[in-house]
């Protein structure tokens, strides 16, 4: 049996105002769906119960309030009917907000993508924070040229404060919001006249680290990728400065390449650096995805890692320890640094005052760094 063929009409706005059937017949089609089931609300499962949708509210919120056998029983038809609390909706009709902003910026000129295994730890870090003291998250990416636009979530209302990953070259801008009482924490450095709150590592210790760990292993000629401008690196910087200044041992400035944290730079640094025969004996990476990249460049260029040129990342992220060779990396504290911004920001929401935390650094070592003795 061959079916009919049911044809839309259409009106001059585009809308489907019926159907024809292939003789040209307009109507109804001869089979129709099935409506779709009506989505049970509050007040339905109040009438079922018997109860105010006060009464229902407060059971399927715990409230000791409601005696334990009617809890138990609306719990019950809610569980029976596959109901379940809108709670967006709930905390719009209580004015309560518990959302948090997780601002990851973006910076447009170097085509910076959302690839760096350091984020992702961090992110899943304050999601598990924020779950743990019944919070959300919303993840927003934002023009790290202007990170002030942030402080626009909170004036709508969409979010109660922000934590913001990094805070790249925009200090000033960052003290306006405080300024203006935005919520606010940053994962980042201490820096000087600072009136917004920070968790992050101590850079310039683990700088110092990497500094005299490659300088134990006989290197003299090391190169350090990274971009200065950012406050973080800065004091990566200062720190493996200092190692070198304790060893009375002159490091050129030649060997300082302005690298931005983008998947291939580090491998693009090593390579322009080979071209234009720049000799270097060990690599101070600031973050572990320039190391990995350095890694591929170095052994794609006939350099053996670690017996030529050891090799030192920074984060010291999961992926790190599974590269070959493991590569060397200070440890960023993510999971405790994740669960200190939440705790700093809320605190800001009661009327904390902001202020700087710095977590310590140490330098896991492995064989992407280690010579043969």
Known sequence: MIGECHVHRIDGRGNAVGSADKGGRH????TSRPAPAKKLQMADLARLAGVSTSTVSRALQGSELISARTRRRIQALAREHH????????????????????????????????????FHGMIGSLADALTERDHEMLLVRLDAGHLDHAASLVAAGRVVGIILIGQWRHHDQLNAMADRGVPLVVW???????????????NLHGGELVGAHLLSQGCRRILFLGDRALPEVAQRYKGFMAAHR?????????????????????GEAVRSALARGIGFDGVFATSDLLAMSAIAA???????????????????????????????SVTQPLH?????????LLAQLQGAAPEPHVLPAGLVVRASSRRDS
């Open 27 to 30: 109507g109804a089609s001869r």
């Open 188 to 202: 980042g450095a201490r820096l000087p006249r600072q009136r917004y709150g920070t968790v992050g590592g101590d």
């Open 246 to 266: 304790r060893r009375g041992v002159t490091h050129a400035s030649v060997l300082d390449v302005k690298v931005p944290f983008l998947p291939g730079a580090g």
């Open 336 to 344: 405790e640094g994740g669960r200190l911004l939440v705790e700093s």
């Open 83 to 118: 109901y379940a609390v809108n709670s967006a909706a709930t905390r719009l009709r209580s004015g309560t907000n518990r959302t948090i902003a997780v601002v990851v910026p973006y910076e447009p000129e170097a085509r910076q993508r959302f690839a760096d295994p350091f």
């Open 298 to 328: 170095l052994r794609e260029n006939g350099r053996s890692v670690p017996g030529e040129v050891p090799v030192v990342g920074y984060d010291d992220v999961e992926l790190a320890a599974y590269m070959s060779p493991p590569i060397s």
